[in-house]
């Protein structure tokens, strides 16, 4: 399968512990996102990746959330002293950079987490 | 912040009709694009129309666009059961380029009645 996997599928922790989620994209594509999705809504955006720089980030990736992209390939994102408001599905996707007619993402299947 | 809205919410709908469902956007675009997800699993892209084009058909699927009132369509003709899903509307916003960080909707949630 050359899709985009994601793991842990589920992950449960308790309030204050740190948690990491591994995405790897499909091998040719350059670009990596990071989505949040929470129940009844539509993905917000979190960060992005070109290659191993990391372009942009959202202002809800905050200062204890923390994403890295090593040598362009594969991506961590680590959420530190997590809160039951973090409780989300984590949704990575990859695409090729996009250009004006391009720019179809490839979801994974995310990263469920709930923070009791 | 998301900057499309779907319309309606929720649809319920039986088998062989057809399902239309909206989306409405704020800023100026590059593209807009349909993803579907089923419950519990991750987003399938299903159709890209460019900024330019006003019509798109892929199968059963038929997407407008009218970038004067910023507003896009999904038809889906005879529905089938298997559509059951969540369809979200994402735009590529026009930042002097395409940045690709696209912009999703709350979504429609269809229904399929066998």
């Known amino acids: 399968d050359t899709g985009v996997s994601q793991n842990p599928r589920h992950k449960i922790t308790k309030r204050g512990q740190n948690v990491t989620f591994r995405c790897d994209p499909i091998s040719e594509h350059n670009r990596l996102y990071w989505y949040r999705q929470t129940l009844g809504q539509g993905p917000e955006f979190l960060t992005y990746?070109?290659?191993?720089?990391?372009?942009?980030k959202s202002r809800l990736l905050s200062d204890r959330f923390s994403a890295e992209r090593p040598k362009g390939s594969f991506s961590t994102l680590e959420i530190q002293r997590t809160e039951q408001g973090d409780s989300a599905m984590y949704l990575c996707a990859s695409s090729l950079v996009p250009g004006m007619n391009t720019g179809e993402l490839f979801f994974g299947e995310g990263s469920r987490l709930t923070v009791l | 912040s998301q900057q499309g809205e779907e319309d309606p919410q929720a649809l319920s709908i039986q088998e062989g009709e057809n399902a239309t469902m909206n989306c409405s956007y704020k800023?100026?675009?590059?593209?807009l694009q349909w993803y579907r997800q089923n419950s519990g699993r991750g987003l399938v892209h299903l159709i890209l129309i460019r900024s330019n084009e006003r019509e798109k058909h892929s199968g059963r699927l038929r997407v407008t666009l009218d970038t004067s009132k910023k507003s896009s369509s999904l038809l889906i003709t005879a529905s089938r059961a298997a559509d059951t899903a969540s369809y979200f509307c994402a735009t590529d916003p026009n930042y002097g380029g395409s940045q690709g960080n696209l912009i999703f909707g709350k979504g429609t949630k269809l229904s399929v009645k066998p």
């Open positions: 990746f070109q290659n191993e720089a990391q372009l942009e």
């Open positions: 800023t100026s675009i590059n593209n």
